[in-house]
């Protein structure tokens, strides 16, 4: 054969070979959200082992078990979690080895989160302050307020699967559920503050995964399992498997939907849009049914100048003098706000 052919069908069978490639690369990227970046991936998920309540195929929670199908989920007793497997999470060997960067899943048909997990590490740590996130609104969100029971009064936040604090990630819809102030600050955080503490001070990594639990249809999760395991030292400083709650002390639930109402008030007929109930069995009276709310400035925690970096009261006579581009309106607390570098008004003194 001619020199000059065998180089043409050689270049022939390059370029064919180069066109495959970048089809298969092209079909694998589509597939997911994006392709990944070193520290940060997303897309649906995937054949990773799953905690007590795993996924189904298409990466959304049911109660099943990585061994054995769990008729009930567990029941709240006055503890935010409860301890799965002996505290030990159900990372296999394979995901030890393989699983790098974070992972979120794909919202499903119900606008619900999925598994969110990834190796957490110095490198996946925000070095600059969280943003606001009152544009997302998850599945099943209200915004209602318990004055009298809850100290920061609003019953909901949205919390991250994966905390700001490890990952980075904070107004992603895939990342962030409808969960109680309980579930936040007495689950969630003391679990996210111990991951922290221990890759700040080592310069280590961890394995973690939180799992949202939703019953059926519901909109609110009953709970999240959260895992962890310290990565360098195969689980010896953190490893935990952990059932969290997602209630609120002195609140009904309906997680259907997201309604709520006060424990003590006991429902006659909650299909009607009003309804007569009794409260501590000493008298009626007829109260309206708390439907999704439209948010008004009394749902308003704090009002924003994002120039100066202050946050004031809704009241605050400095609101009315704010320019509109510079005005935005918070429903996190004083707490999240400072954390994300606000300095309160000197004037009102939120």
Known sequence: MPEDNRYSNHKIISIGTTLLFILFLTLTCTAVTGCSTPDQKNEEFPAVSAPLITGNADGFAESVSAEEEVEELPQYTGEPFVILHGDTPLFTEEDKRSITGVVYSNLDELGRCGPAYGRIGPETIPSVQRGTIGDVKPSGWHTVRYDNLIEDRYLYNRCHLIAYQLAGVNAEERNLITGTRYLNMNGMLPIENQVLEYI???????????????????????????????????????????????????????YSTGDSYEENIYLLDPSESEFEIIQNESGTRTISRQMPVTESMDDITYVLNINTMRFHKPTCPSVEDMKEKNREYSYSTREELIEQGYKPCGSCNP
């Open 200 to 254: 700040n001070g080592t310069g280590n990594h961890v394995l973690y995964r939180v799992t949202p639990v939703f019953e059926g249809d519901n909109l609110v999760a009953s709970g999240v399992v959260m895992e962890a395991w310290s990565v360098e030292d195969n689980g010896k400083s953190i490893q935990l498997c952990r059932y969290l709650f997602n209630v609120q002390p002195g609140v009904v639930i309906d």
